[in-house]
Structure formats: structure tokens, C-alpha cells
């Protein structure tokens, strides 16, 4: 098994960890605002020095790719790449909205088998960053940008239940108003929640070129979102 390094500053949630053998042996976060420029560095230096005492050798950084904030993606890449280029580790992405539905997973807090997941990430106003998975992690619809109205999803929830979360969800629900819209609060991305999703790339050799990554920020979905006509 891997010893990966996991850094996640997607949103205002600054978060990292460490997870070895599939298990998270090390953690930090910090909950306050978006503190990433001052929180990540003290973070990542506490988990090498917990690694490098007990002689655990790193084989890869895992580093969320977006979307989500553009500073706090352009801080978490940044450092990441540093300690990628440092010790000779490989990069690996792992989608936000992908690691969003890990704890639902994982606290089976969905019972239907057939039920939908859509991880949502807020923007202004009735604005949304969405993807939608079944139970499997199989992507029933790539990420996009949403400008919700009653129509946005309905055609999945016409055909079976579909469960909303993350920071964008709470305030779509009013407007979804669909017998098939289920809420789950308190869902947000966290660097311990991605073990599962940076291993299954790792052992894929899914890696990124640490030269040219980029993460896929917010603003690069508003030129595709559909706005209403003046």
C-alpha cells in the first residue's frame, strides 16, 4: 500500500493529511475562513515531520484539482508541486466534487440502490459548479455550471431519487421542490476523505505531469453556463 500526502483547499476549508495502508494516520484543518496562505504551510510541515519521524517514506502527493477557488487551488497546487519536485514524488488530482461524495459513501447515508449523487460547489447568487455519480462513483454527468431552476435536474429526478450537497446545495432546494430532491448538509472536502480516490489512481498510475498541471478552476465553467436573456 501507498503513504500519500493529501492537501485539499478547494473552498474556504484549509485540510491536510496522511494516509497509510488505506488508513489516515495524520490530519489537519482548519475550519476559520479562507487561511490556506497562512494555514497549509504550517499543516504540510507538521505531517513531514510526523512522516520523517517515524520513518515513513512518502510515495506520492494527492492535491484536489477543482473546481473551486481560484486562490486556494493556485495555494494547494503550488505547494504540491514543491514537495512533488523536493522528494521526488508523483502528483496525483483528485476532483473535488468527485471527493465530496466520499463521506456520504462511506456513512451509507444513502439508502436507495438506484439513487443519484450530485455534488454541488456554490457560486453567486442561483450559480452552481454540479456533477452528478451513481452509487458506483460512475459519472452520469460531467461537471458543469448551473443556474438553477425547477427544470435543472428534473429529468434525473423523474426517474429515480437524487441526493444534494456540498456548500451549493442548501440553497438550490427550494427552487428543485421535487419529491425525488433529498438533502445531506454538512458534506464538504476534506484531505481525509481522499485515501480511497488518490489510491485507486495511484495503483492505476494515474499521475499528473508536475510540470504542466493546472486545477480546473471555477472560472473556467462561467463562459459555459447559460445565462438568461435581457
Known amino acids: 500500500m501507498a503513504c500519500i500526502l493529501h492537501i485539499e483547499t478547494s473552498t474556504d476549508i484549509c485540510s491536510v493529511a496522511v494516509s497509510q495502508d488505506g488508513a489516515c494516520i495524520f490530519k489537519e484543518e482548519d475550519h476559520s475562513g479562507p487561511n490556506h496562505a497562512v494555514s497549509l504551510g504550517t499543516f504540510v510541515d507538521e505531517a513531514l515531520s510526523f512522516t520523517d519521524n ?136 476534506l484531505a481525509k476523505n481522499m485515501q480511497p480516490l488518490a489510491e485507486k489512481r495511484f495503483f492505476n498510475e494515474k499521475f499528473e505531469d508536475i510540470a504542466y498541471f493546472v486545477p480546473f478552476y471555477l472560472k473556467d465553467f462561467v463562459a459555459k453556463a447559460p445565462r438568461p436573456l435581457l
Open 54 to 189: 517515524h520513518a515513513i517514506p512518502f510515495d506520492a502527493v494527492a492535491v484536489s484539482c477543482g473546481p473551486g477557488s481560484y486562490t486556494g487551488l493556485r495555494i494547494g497546487v503550488s505547494m504540491a508541486k514543491g514537495i512533488c519536485y523536493a522528494r521526488n514524488l508523483k502528483l496525483i488530482a483528485v476532483p473535488t466534487l468527485e471527493l465530496l461524495c466520499v463521506p456520504v459513501l462511506l456513512k451509507c447515508l444513502i439508502p436507495e440502490e438506484d439513487a443519484l449523487l450530485c455534488p454541488m460547489l456554490d457560486a453567486r447568487r442561483m450559480e452552481v459548479y454540479s456533477q452528478i455519480f451513481d452509487r458506483s462513483l460512475h459519472e452520469i454527468r460531467a461537471t458543469q455550471a448551473d443556474i438553477v431552476d425547477g427544470d435543472t435536474y428534473r429529468k434525473y429526478l423523474d426517474e429515480r431519487p437524487v441526493y444534494f450537497f456540498g456548500n451549493g446545495a442548501a440553497k438550490c432546494m427550494d427552487t428543485i421542490n421535487h419529491p425525488n430532491a433529498h438533502l445531506i448538509k454538512d458534506i464538504k472536502p
